[in-house]
């Protein structure tokens, strides 16, 4: 039996059915992405503080609402199964097979939370690059699936793996999304997961172009974290020798 | 910390082997050892062989169904679609849950989850057996349909271990281990009852 389609059908099941799930990736981004752009809209009346477009909040809000869902997904995947992943492994099965049916799974609902998120955001914007747009908050998803999935494979626990996976993400998208409540944003923030597929997302959204440079940033990011996670999940999926037949 | 600091047995072909032990006395290490989930510090493993590994608490994915199971854990160990699904009916008949064959896992009860932890490890008519207390959780009638299924793979050529603690079932096994101490002593000739066996009554012995 093939064991790629079985594990990639295993793991949508297992996707689907979990209520929550799909509860979080068809509401989260209706609250995110007007609530983030009604809150940036909002700061003039805050002394000091100069306000962005309510539409730049909205586009921060997206990939906020992205990344957030793709990367508890990417975490909640590896932990819960994890025990019966050592099963699985022990009867046979590939742990980079494993891995990545997991992985191809996580990227087909990233693919879906962007899905909705460029819905909602395509209800108050019209994008200038609408494919680019969609294309440029996947990745924005996927970085987090990926990254989400890593913190998963190195801290097998859901809740103290949540609250890093949700705080990354806020800290990320708001120091990213040139908050003007950051008062001195460092350097350094050029280097968090979502500050390239956000000036990716940004600037095919209002200007109908890319930049190759944050293009191969984000390609990179992408490459490191699966080299990783990859490398991780092997390490705790070793077994001591197969039976040989 | 240090579980079992010698251990040396051998399981043949076509027997019963019981492993006995107090609880902590690491009966389930020396398993997952013997299984290969985990690395011992020191020492040689030699296995040959296919080999079926029912843990002590069900291993299995909670929100797919028993079917899909089979399937995911059948292309683990390789198998054909006609075999799979051949071996579910067959376990399904014989540990008699095949109505739930459609339900999750999460929706079974312990009993019925355990018989399909059982039969994940039985589905490809492994070479030898790792079983952990596998009978937890089932009824009666299940009990004695596990052991008449146990003493049919034996007599087919299957090297059937077990973990165990109920004094009952030594005289269905064919030798017996017990783990004290960090070390495996052979106690298959010994009479009466073993330490642990005593030791899982409460009762005290003499080392």
Known sequence: ?245 | MTVLTGADLEIRTGEIVGIVGANGSGKSTLMNILVGVLEQDSGTVERTGTVGWCPQEPLLYDRLTVGETFRLFGSGYGMTAEEIDEAKHRLASKLDFEQYLDYRIDQLSGGNRQKINLSIALMHDPDVLMLDEPYTGFDWETYLTFWDLAEELAADGTAVTMISHLIEEQSRLDRIYEVRDGQVYDVTDQEGETDATASERGEETDE
């Open chain 1, 1 to 245: 039996m093939n064991r790629v389609w079985t594990g990639i059908r295993a793991n949508v099941s297992t996707f689907l059915r979990t209520p929550l799930n799909v509860v979080l990736a068809l509401l989260l981004p209706i609250v995110v992405i007007e609530g983030w752009g009604q809150a940036m809209a909002g700061l003039p009346s805050m002394p000091t503080v100069e306000a962005i477009p309510i539409e730049l909040g909205r586009l921060l809000g997206a990939i906020f609402g992205v990344a957030i869902i793709a990367g508890l997904m990417g975490l909640a995947q590896m932990i819960s199964a994890r025990a019966a992943d050592r099963r699985l492994v022990q009867t046979g099965y590939p742990p980079r097979t494993l891995l990545a049916t997991r992985l191809a799974a996580l990227g087909g609902v990233t693919v879906v939370v962007a899905a909705v998120n460029y819905g909602v955001l395509w209800l108050t914007i019209s994008p200038e690059a609408p494919v680019l747009t969609f294309v440029f908050l996947v990745l924005a998803g996927l970085v987090y699936a990926f990254l989400g999935a890593l913190v998963g494979a190195l801290l097998p626990r859901l809740f103290e793996g949540s609250l890093v996976v949700v705080f990354l993400a806020m800290m990320d998208a708001f120091l990213s999304g040139d908050s003007p409540l950051a008062a001195d944003i460092p350097e350094f923030v050029e280097y968090f997961p979502l500050y390239h597929p956000k000036e990716l997302l940004q600037e095919a959204m209002f200007q109908g172009t890319y930049t190759t440079g944050d293009l191969g940033f984000v390609a990179g990011y992408l490459l490191v974290l699966l080299v990783l996670v990859t490398v991780v999940f092997g390490v705790t999926m070793r077994t001591s020798g197969g039976w040989s037949a």
